[in-house]
């Protein structure tokens, strides 16, 4: 039975989802060439899907799959200024019942008066932020977005940071299909 967590609080939304973009984080900083040796031993990659990848590992003695990409492009409205890595990632958790929780590791500390924004083709999604990570402001929007990203060619993320710099990041949907058929297969 999959549950749904538009009843929890967004704060414990941030805590669970920040314990597993953590751990995630530096998976994709294996994936992509730097060193994470510690967190190889229990992820599995389930597959390559052209600019998307997929995962299922266990966190906790639950199982946790996984869709990253990381942008094409990205753009920042001030020049010469330096922010971190940027992922976005679609993860379920198997055993708590989550499914297709989208979340950005945006790669500043965002400013949380502001509103990022998911575009995906003419659709337009609200998101909120805390920290380093943006999430959807409406759960009931996950399914409307797992549609868009299948049915898309690209997707943008928008967002500012605390200082004020608005970053426009866009990615390829190309292999998201595939990804995310694979992570949700792997946690059924």
Do not use: K
């Not at 998976?27 to 597959?47: I, Y």
């Amino acid at each position: 039975m999959v549950r749904s967590i538009a009843p929890l609080t967004h704060e414990y939304r941030i805590r669970e989802m920040s314990r597993f973009t953590l751990a995630s984080f530096a998976l994709v900083l294996a994936l992509f060439g730097f060193n994470a040796p510690a967190f190889a031993q229990d992820r599995d990659l389930l597959g390559t899907f052209r600019d998307w990848n997929a995962f299922r590992e266990m966190q906790d003695g639950n199982t946790v799959c996984y869709a990253v990409a990381i942008p094409d492009e990205m753009e920042l409205s001030r020049r010469g200024r330096q922010r971190g890595d940027v992922y976005f990632f679609v993860t379920s958790w198997q055993e708590l019942g989550f499914r297709n929780q989208v979340n950005v590791v945006i790669g500043y500390p965002v400013d949380e008066d502001a509103t990022p924004m998911l575009r995906i083709g003419g659709e337009s999604f609200e998101m909120f932020g805390r920290g380093d990570r943006v999430w959807l402001l409406d759960d009931s929007q996950t399914d409307r977005v797992m549609s868009a990203m299948r049915n898309g060619s690209r997707m943008i993320v928008t967002g500012r940071s605390q200082s004020g710099t608005e970053s426009t990041d866009e990615y390829s949907l190309l292999g998201a299909t595939a990804a995310l058929q694979a992570a949700s297969d792997a946690c059924r």
